[in-house]
């Protein structure tokens, strides 16, 4: 019998996801498990609650740079999922949710000018 696992496609040289780092120290990290992107620590579609937790704190500061961190994640984790099950598998628009929408990057809605509230 054939190794399941040889069926999944490669890895891409996108984006390494190795953030969030560790928390606390010695804990398993909540990094996902590529190509089905599930935690590792908890085994729930990534970025789990604990990874967002911890990435907002380690990105504190720096939003830009954990928008390109979650959209070029974001980009990798389309194509995998996709290849694994291009029939049924999540939209775009659901990764886009769960992936990038979450982060810091958000704008605000803007009332057009004139306009008292």
């Given at each position: 019998m054939r190794d399941p696992l040889r069926r999944l496609p490669p890895a891409r040289l996108g984006p390494y996801a190795d953030r969030p780092r560790p928390y606390p120290p010695g804990h398993?990290?909540?990094?996902?498990?590529?190509?089905?992107?599930?935690?590792?620590?908890?085994g729930r579609p990534w970025p789990c609650a604990e990874a967002r937790l911890l990435l907002r704190v380690e990105y504190d500061g720096s939003p830009v740079d954990l928008a390109i961190y979650l959209?070029?994640?974001?980009?990798?984790?389309?194509?995998?999922?996709?290849?694994?099950?291009?029939?049924?598998?999540?939209?775009?628009?659901?990764?886009?949710?769960?992936?990038?929408?979450?982060?810091?990057?958000?704008?605000?809605?803007?009332?057009?000018?004139?306009?008292?509230r």
């Open positions: 398993p990290p909540h990094l996902p498990v590529r190509p089905i992107w599930l935690c590792r620590a908890c959209s070029g994640l974001y980009h990798e984790a389309t194509h995998d999922l996709f290849h694994l099950n291009p029939y049924d598998g999540p939209t775009p628009r659901d990764l886009f949710e769960r992936f990038v929408a979450w982060g810091p990057y958000r704008r605000g809605i803007v009332e057009p000018p004139g306009r008292n």
